[in-house]
């Protein structure tokens, strides 16, 4: 029998004062395939840096076993929740609005070039691309740049890149983050397939939608791994106690116009391409609508008409509380109006902000604090902080934060400045089981006092109980509007 792959025997490690893993050991045996939960802030993320040697100033020891009847690569490959990617010029300096500025896209790489790129760098063949991109339906994103990828697109590509690689020991962190599901379906099947070449898997993900490979499930808890089974309790994360909305938030702001959102033939061409095609859609005042469809299918690009983000809405029939764009609003008198958290804006954020600087910035729709608050804004803020609870990390940077954490406070500063419209896409990516349920639970209070909402997501489950309308987005068309109430 050949040694055990990984063996992990006492390990600690933590930041500053903070331990993180504590006396930690765990072995990964040949044939065997794991998924690690957890709670968001648990280590999940940190004890696979540590695997990969990103993080190597820990105390204890850690033994990797790489096969020498394999052909694969000796190699540990950790795939973080995010892609990153980066100019021509090898700078990550972008702004959020850029995606939709063809102006200023080129300062990036397409699709086509950044796999070339990657096959070159690691002496590959491009044959195991194609059918890759075949797999995940990429074929015609090849020509586009990187930067105007969705978050799930950018996923996609990030899971190309690595099965490409085929690695002995490949950890992927959140794999399912923004895909749709028939992508996560092919993305289950395509890990069993690598699995059966030597491929040993280890996912980092809460969602019980996994590969039928994955016969080993686990947790970290208290520093600690504990194998469980899928259905055990203790992935089952303790509920928050609820607190009731801030004062401010109670009584949304009245809108002088009962429609909120009106689209009239609405369309968004690239050359040739058409994103958004024949967009006929009103959203009225305290109506709540969840938007789905496939990855590519124009939802991030129908906010962006909605957020003033893209260019091509002056061009378009659109009316946005009561006002035809264009007929003399600024962009930031309509942001003023509108709450909004993306993958995309997270992305784009300023992570050297700390929080309560972070959540103070969505009083002025900027990416970090500018601008002195009033007194009023300064008690909205208190008020969040310790709603969010936030007071012990007011002063914290959010890149020491865990992801779910930092989406947390982006929540916070989406609501801060209590929005006519809250428009929410994706807004539980990196968010464990616990988390997702206190979001949702927020958003059904804020329904309750007359918020109007447009919420995107992939999946019912996650979705909060007070939807009232669905709009079903396919190839840039609308599919179906339904009212649920009725």
């Given at each position: 029998?050949?040694?055990?792959?990984?063996?992990?025997?006492?390990?600690?490690?933590?930041?500053?004062?903070?331990?993180?893993?504590?006396?930690?050991?765990?072995?990964?045996?040949?044939?065997?395939?794991?998924?690690?939960?957890?709670?968001?802030?648990?280590?999940?993320?940190?004890?696979?840096k540590i695997i990969s040697n990103e993080i190597s100033n820990y105390e204890g020891s850690l033994e990797i076993n790489f096969s020498e009847k394999k052909s694969l690569p000796k190699q540990v490959i950790y795939v973080p929740n995010w892609f990153q990617f980066t100019s021509l010029d090898?700078?990550?300096?972008?702004?959020?609005?850029?995606?939709?500025?063809?102006?200023?896209?080129?300062?990036?790489?397409?699709?086509?070039?950044?796999?070339?790129?990657?096959?070159?760098?690691?002496?590959?063949?491009?044959?195991?691309?194609?059918?890759?991109?075949?797999i995940f339906g990429f074929d015609n994103f090849k020509n586009q740049q990187l930067i105007e990828l969705s978050s799930g697109e950018h996923k996609k590509l990030q899971l190309i890149k690595v099965l490409w690689l085929q690695p002995q020991l490949l950890i992927i962190d959140q794999p399912y983050t923004g895909l749709d599901i028939e992508t996560r379906r092919k993305l289950n099947q395509y890990i069993d397939e690598l699995t059966t070449k030597g491929v040993t898997f280890i996912l980092i993900n809460n969602d019980n939608d996994n590969p039928d490979s994955i016969k080993h499930f686990a947790e970290i808890k208290d520093g600690?791994?504990?194998?469980?089974?899928?259905?055990?309790?203790?992935?089952?994360?303790?509920?928050?106690?609820?607190?009731?909305?801030?004062?401010?938030?109670?009584?949304?702001?009245?809108?002088?116009?009962?429609?909120?959102?009106?689209?009239?033939?609405?369309?968004?061409?690239?050359?040739?391409?058409?994103?958004?095609?024949?967009?006929?859609?009103?959203?009225?005042?305290?109506?709540?609508?969840?938007?789905?469809?496939?990855?590519?299918?124009?939802?991030s690009t129908l906010l962006s008409l909605i957020n003033g983000d893209h260019p091509q809405a002056y061009g378009n029939d659109i009316s946005l509380f009561?006002?035809?764009?264009?007929?003399?609003?600024?962009?930031?008198?309509?942001?003023?109006?509108?709450?909004?958290?993306?993958?995309?804006?997270?992305?784009?954020?300023?992570?050297?902000?700390?929080?309560?600087?972070?959540?103070?910035?969505?009083?002025?729709?900027?990416?970090?604090?500018?601008?002195?608050?009033?007194?009023?804004?300064?008690?909205?803020?208190?008020?969040?902080?310790?709603?969010?609870?936030?007071?012990?990390?007011?002063?914290?940077?959010?890149?020491?934060?865990?992801?779910?954490?930092?989406?947390?406070?982006?929540?916070?500063?989406?609501?801060?400045?209590?929005?006519?419209?809250?428009?929410?896409?994706?807004?539980?990516?990196?968010?464990?089981?616990?988390?997702?349920?206190h979001f949702n639970q927020i958003i059904d209070d804020l329904a309750a006092s007359g918020q109007t909402l447009i919420y995107v997501a992939h999946f019912h489950s996650q979705i909060p109980n007070c939807i009232s309308h669905q709009l079903h987005l396919e190839k840039g068309r609308i599919i179906n509007k339904t009212n649920k109430t009725n």
């Open positions: 029998m050949e040694n055990a792959i990984l063996k992990i025997t006492n390990l600690s490690f933590g930041y500053q004062q903070n331990s993180v893993l504590k006396d930690f050991s765990w072995q990964i045996n040949a044939g065997e395939n794991w998924m690690i939960k957890g709670i968001s802030g648990s280590g999940k993320t940190t004890l696979a090898g700078q990550q300096n972008f702004y959020y609005q850029q995606r939709y500025n063809k102006i200023e896209q080129n300062d990036t790489l397409t699709v086509l070039a950044e796999l070339k790129r990657f096959e070159k760098k690691e002496n590959l063949t491009f044959e195991k691309a194609e059918t890759l991109l075949n600690k791994l504990n194998e469980i089974s899928l259905s055990d309790d203790t992935i089952k994360n303790v509920k928050k106690e609820s607190k009731p909305l801030p004062y401010f938030l109670q009584t949304n702001q009245q809108s002088s116009s009962e429609s909120m959102i009106q689209m009239k033939n609405v369309e968004v061409i690239y050359g040739t391409k058409k994103v958004l095609e024949n967009i006929d859609w009103e959203v009225k005042s305290g109506e709540k609508w969840l938007v789905y469809g496939a990855n590519g299918s124009g939802k009561g006002n035809k764009r264009g007929s003399g609003e600024s962009i930031w008198e309509i942001k003023e109006k509108i709450g909004m958290i993306s993958p995309e804006l997270h992305w784009y954020f300023d992570m050297n902000t700390n929080v309560k600087q972070a959540i103070a910035s969505g009083f002025f729709d900027s990416m970090s604090l500018y601008q002195k608050l009033d007194f009023e804004q300064q008690q909205k803020l208190e008020q969040l902080l310790y709603f969010f609870n936030l007071q012990e990390d007011q002063s914290k940077k959010l890149k020491t934060l865990p992801i779910g954490q930092q989406r947390l406070v982006l929540l916070a500063r989406t609501l801060v400045k209590n929005p006519k419209l809250l428009v929410l896409d994706e807004p539980c990516q990196g968010l464990d089981n616990e988390q997702i349920h």
